[in-house]
């Protein structure tokens, strides 16, 4: 199985075992990118988190040549939901170094696009799998 498929399939399995929104979001981080629950996850997502699901078929677009693109998405909705979207492109951009206009740019964003969503209650986390296979895998 891809990269893309197996983030899908964390999202659809946890989906039905999250209590929030929110703990959906930080679950994903925690299964797909390696960022712990509590106050160690700081830690975490300073170091990058985990490559929990390694491998490729993101969109070319969102494709940065590395097997780590699952790890960059369900890192950055985990880090979204603890302390926001408008703190965590800051980071992404200033200490991150992912310049908006390169493949880790456009991902950060797709991904403080879902955990908006998925926070709004306009994405239902149980129609995550079908969010991230539309946008963020090759078809």
Not at 94 to 123: C, I, M, N, Q, W
Request: charged share 25%; glycine share 10%.
């Amino acid at each position: 199985m891809d990269a893309c498929s197996e983030l899908v399939d964390v999202a659809n399995r946890l989906a039905s075992a999250s209590s929030t929104p929110r703990r959906f979001l930080i679950d994903l981080g925690v299964h797909a990118g390696g960022v712990r629950r509590g106050p160690l996850w700081m830690l975490d997502a300073a170091s990058g988190g985990r490559n929990r699901i390694s491998g490729r078929n993101f969109r070319r677009e969102l494709d940065d040549g590395t097997d780590g693109q699952a790890r960059h998405f369900a890192g950055t909705v985990a880090v979204a939901a603890r302390i926001g979207a408008p703190l965590t492109r800051w980071l992404s951009i200033h200490v991150g170094r992912d310049a908006p206009d390169t493949a880790d740019g456009r991902l950060t964003d797709k991904a403080l696009d879902f955990a908006r969503l998925v926070r709004s209650g306009e994405l239902p986390p149980t129609a995550s799998g079908d969010w991230i296979r539309a946008h963020l895998c090759r078809s």
